[in-house]
């Protein structure tokens, strides 16, 4: 018999119950990018201080135990009595899901905490919540849990120095996220991103969970011109430096800065109110529409009538551009809690406008400026049409020849993308083991002849002559560069084994660039994988003992035990016979597999280019600086 469904049936959460309850809702998630949301939610709150002129310092602090504490010195938080509540303001503030400055006007004039959510969320979600505010010569502190006050505000000191601010630290509840460990670079990359933005405020982060732990201090007074020169550090710049312009669309204030390099790659950041909208729109929108239309018409006004019957493509003026654009709207719209996405619709128009009109002026007064980026951009139009000429050349090829999969491949039998597997492996020898070794109803096996192109020094045409590269893009199915669409993806773990040498290193290295420049999405979706196959066998007669993975684990074994084993080294895959291949690197069971992501997109980006570029000088005086760590095969 059904339960009876009645008004008891009815569940009212009251408070931030309902944040405990569904807090996807709320921060997006309860993983690794749940946990940082509420860093971000606590520091945007300071943001808005600095961005209301307020405050210039803001101190991040990891603590030991995984919590964190931000202070800033802005006006601190209201410490009276709430005349409606008719409880400290302090308590309003932090368990009150909508309330706050950001709903008056008059209080903040932009804001990153639009919803108003954000801090009363992350006192929701922690199992210690901590506030202390300096104001009116007072310091008054309250403690929280889970939500809830453990008691009413008190006065903890006084201070007659008239300096303000506010404090508040926090420990999240492990009983709501799957990752409970902050990592130290991920703050690290917003908190420099602010510190670009805002070329008046510091951002001191430091790491307190060990005693020699990191400490950073970003301040940048050059603001996005040198967030522009700092993510093109390793590249060669086409002109002295970047172009920046600050105007207003309509009545919201834009500060948008652009260079471009020698290179191939578009590296493009875009913010409101300081928060990075990862995910674009509007005002990146009008940003485009601006370049695509004021280049355009300079192209043909300054090529030769032999050239201007080249098509020049938006994606043409954006090769080799690194650009950050910045916009501050009093009432964001913005998709989602998490904030990746603009969506005012009126912002492109007034954005394409406004930047169209000052950067046609700028160069109309550069003449020199813009005849080199119209040069670069027609270069890039040809080596487009050749790519294209390419692309159509191996798909004519791959339904002759293949069936659009390279003949390499051995595929698997399951056709559900999700429990897919790619193995991507170094050479035909290692190729066969692994062919013989895998599961062949989810595991599929490519071996690669020799090394793939390097794409970071080559044009979108170059890359799609490379067979290696052409295998690969047929072998995952979902495209590369602006044709790339995830969801064609055929296997969701693309896995890269290789040797563990010199060789396979710069293999790995390779292939990674080409995923990171090319196939993103699959870097940052956390669908590519580092096998991590044994260096050693340890052995009593044809009985085998057990598998070694590093130098530091062989010398830890006492030398008198070591007498007992026969050890083996392996120098490559195709040593192991299948059984040993897949018993080690390959059976889900028993493997060990490094998962990549990308904490830092701007460190990564530089990284990239600095190792894989073709400028020397950084990438000896890396080799120079690192070398010591280096210890026989351990990659440290």
Request: with cysteine; charged share 25%.
């Amino acid at each position: 018999m059904a339960e009876e469904y009645s008004g008891s049936s009815i569940t009212v959460l009251e408070g931030l119950e309902a944040v405990r309850v569904r807090p996807a809702m709320y921060i997006g998630s309860t993983d690794s990018v749940g946990l940082h949301h509420l860093v971000w939610e606590v520091v945007d709150n300071s943001v808005d201080e600095a961005l209301a002129g307020f405050c210039d310092h803001i101190e991040v602090s990891i603590l030991p135990g995984n919590g964190i504490r931000v202070t800033d010195n802005g006006r601190g938080i209201p410490i009276d009595i709430h005349p409606k509540e008719h409880v400290g303001t302090i308590q309003v503030v932090m368990t009150k899901l909508h309330a706050g400055g950001k709903f008056d006007s008059n209080s903040y004039k932009v804001s990153a905490g639009l919803h108003g959510v954000g801090v009363s969320c992350v006192n929701a979600l922690s199992k210690k919540h901590i506030v202390t505010v300096r104001r009116d010569g007072r310091i008054v502190q309250q403690e929280f849990s889970k939500g809830n006050p453990l008691g009413p505000q008190k006065d903890i000191g006084t201070y007659s120095d008239g300096s303000t601010g506010t404090t508040i630290e926090f420990y999240p509840d492990e009983t709501i996220f799957t990752a409970t460990e902050y990592n130290y670079d991920i703050l690290a990359e917003r908190f420099r991103e602010y510190a670009f933005l805002m070329s008046g405020i510091r951002i001191t982060l430091t790491d307190e969970r060990t005693p020699d732990g990191k400490k950073d201090s970003f301040h940048f007074p050059g603001g996005i011109s040198a967030f522009v020169k700092f993510v093109d550090s390793h590249r060669k710049p086409l002109f002295e430096e970047p172009i920046h312009i600050s105007t207003e669309a309509g009545n919201y204030p834009l500060d948008i800065a652009l260079w471009y390099n020698d290179g191939y790659q578009e590296n493009f950041f875009s913010f409101v109110n300081n928060v990075n909208t990862h995910d674009g729109g509007t005002h990146v929108t009008g940003f485009k529409t601006a370049m695509t239309r004021i280049i355009g018409k300079y192209a043909q006004e300054i090529l030769p009538k032999g050239k201007k019957d080249t098509a020049i493509s938006a994606d043409d003026i954006r090769e080799g551009l690194t650009a950050v654009i910045s916009i501050k709207i009093p009432q964001p719209q913005f998709e989602g809690q998490t904030k990746r996405r603009l969506g005012n619709s009126e912002v492109a128009g007034l954005v394409n406008t406004a930047f169209g009109t000052k950067l046609d002026e700028f160069f109309a007064e550069n003449p020199n400026i813009v005849k080199m980026i119209v040069d670069k951009v027609y270069n890039a139009a040809i080596a487009r049409e050749a790519a294209h000429k390419a692309r159509n050349l191996a798909r004519r090829k791959n339904v002759l020849e293949s069936g659009g999969l390279p003949g390499k491949l051995a595929d698997c039998s399951e056709r559900d993308p999700a429990k897919c597997e790619l193995f991507i492996v170094e050479g035909d020898s290692a190729g066969g083991s692994a062919k013989q070794g895998r599961r062949r109803e989810f595991q599929a096996i490519l071996p690669l002849r020799g090394k793939i192109l390097n794409v970071e020094k080559a044009g979108l045409d170059r890359v799609l002559n490379a067979d290696t590269i052409q295998d690969l893009v047929n072998a995952l199915g979902c495209g590369i560069g602006s044709e790339f669409k995830l969801e064609k993806l055929r296997y969701h773990k693309v896995i890269i084994m290789t040797d563990a040498d010199v060789d396979g290193s710069h293999i790995q290295t390779l292939l990674l660039t080409f995923f990171f420049r090319y196939m993103k999405p699959l870097v940052d979706g956390g669908y590519v994988f580092i096998a991590q196959p044994p260096l050693f066998r340890l052995a009593q007669g044809r009985k085998t003992i057990k598998y070694i993975f590093d130098e530091a684990e062989l010398s830890s074994i006492d030398a008198n035990e070591k007498k007992n084993y026969e050890i083996q080294r392996y120098k490559g895959l195709g040593e192991m016979n299948p059984e040993q291949l897949a018993e080690t690197t390959m059976n889900p069971e028993t493997r060990i597999m490094k998962k990549c992501h990308v904490n830092d997109g701007v460190l990564a980006d530089s990284v990239f280019s600095m190792l894989m570029g073709e400028d020397v000088e950084p990438r000896r005086k890396f080799i120079e600086d690192n070398a010591y760590k280096v210890i026989n095969d351990l990659d440290v």
